[in-house]
């Protein structure tokens, strides 16, 4: 990984944005952004008078259905032309955010990933909390700005989405959801509910699951199963449906469109222990294929041009050489 980033300090980050609250911000996410990254920019919005927030392509559905009872949706943009200045929130490198003309002036990146791959020397903030809810709740309360309820709520999503609703809580993501509880009306209840997308029932994912399990493929190391699948859409759902059968590693391919690679995978806490990482796996089929790929140890994406079907095999094998390994 490149060390050609310049890193700033929580302070320089926060003097930085409180200079920048009356002009025009941009709050870029990355390609598919998920809910954490969304949440982040929303809480963020609310110190700026004249704020937007984009990705350059692809908003995930969670963000979709989140979006749509909050004012400020996720537009799809591919240059930061018209603003004044960029806040680039919850992507770890570059890649991230490729396809958006990023100019060289007024860019700000604040991260949470363990691994920070190259901003050309753009300043960086970056911290290894369990989610950027957490950083940006941190900045808020350095600027002693108000939140209100739907912001907390926001924020705290951000926080039980990227632990994997806890399985990957630290203290500190603990103490921030318990900050943000504190003095407002909100209920972990109210929060799970936003989240999870099983509490709306949704026929069309329902039969992306069904119809992904049918086409499932397995492939067994010993005791362990790597399954694979494809589906048109839905295919994270897919993934966590095909964790629930019992497999260790999942892998599901979107054939929605020609030449293009969008694969989700998810592998089981059990994997992660032994030191299997997606967001490894992933980043590094990004860089040998020219993807763009990312994420958690246990829930990552390989998304752009190229040959879905070889990805995937070449997914799987990876896979299953690490279990192949365990084997020994
Ligand atoms: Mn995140």
């Avoid at 972990?188 to 399990?213: C, N, W, Y």
């Avoid at 992660?272 to 490894?280: C, D, K, N, T």
């Avoid at 089929?285 to 070889?310: I, V």
Wanted: net charge negative; aromatic share 6%; charged share 25%.
């Amino acid at each position: 990984m490149s060390t050609d980033n310049k890193l700033i300090t929580l302070e320089e980050t926060v003097s930085i944005l409180e200079q920048w609250k009356d002009d025009k911000v941009l709050l870029l996410l990355h390609i598919n952004c998920d809910i954490d990254a969304y949440a982040s920019a929303v809480a963020l919005s609310t110190m700026f008078k004249d704020v937007q927030i984009a990705t350059p392509y692809s908003v995930s559905h969670p963000v979709k259905r989140i979006s749509q009872d909050h004012e400020l949706k996720v537009e799809e943009l591919s240059t930061s032309e018209g603003f004044d200045h960029v806040v680039v929130l919850d992507s770890s490198s570059l890649v991230q955010i490729k396809g958006f003309d990023l100019l060289k002036e007024d860019v700000l990146i604040i991260d949470h990933h363990a691994s920070i791959g190259d901003w050309e020397g753009r300043p960086l903030y970056s911290a290894k909390e369990t989610s950027n809810a957490e950083i940006v709740f941190q900045i808020l309360k350095m600027l002693d700005v108000e939140l209100t309820d739907e912001v907390r709520s926001m924020l705290i999503a951000g926080v039980v989405a990227d632990t994997g609703k806890f399985r990957y809580a630290t203290p500190a993501s603990f103490n921030a959801i318990s900050e943000l509880l504190e003095g407002s009306n909100i209920t972990m209840d109210e929060v799970f509910q936003v989240l999870e997308d099983e509490s709306t029932p949704d026929a069309s994912r329902t039969i992306a699951v069904f119809k992904g399990i049918k086409r499932m493929q397995y492939t067994r190391v010993g005791e362990h199963m790597i399954s694979t699948s494809t589906i048109g859409s839905f295919e994270a759902a897919v993934c966590r449906a095909l964790l629930l059968c019992g497999s260790d590693i999942a892998f599901v391919q979107n054939t929605k469109s020609r030449n293009a690679v969008r694969i989700s995978g998810r592998a089981r806490p059990a994997m992660v222990r032994q030191g299997f990482s997606l967001a490894e796996l992933f980043s590094q089929m990004g860089e040998e294929f020219e993807l763009q790929g990312g994420g958690h140890d246990g829930a990552a994406g390989l998304n752009g041009r190229g040959d879905g079907d070889r990805m995937l095999r070449i997914a799987l094998e990876r896979a299953k050489e690490f279990l192949d390994g365990l084997e020994k």
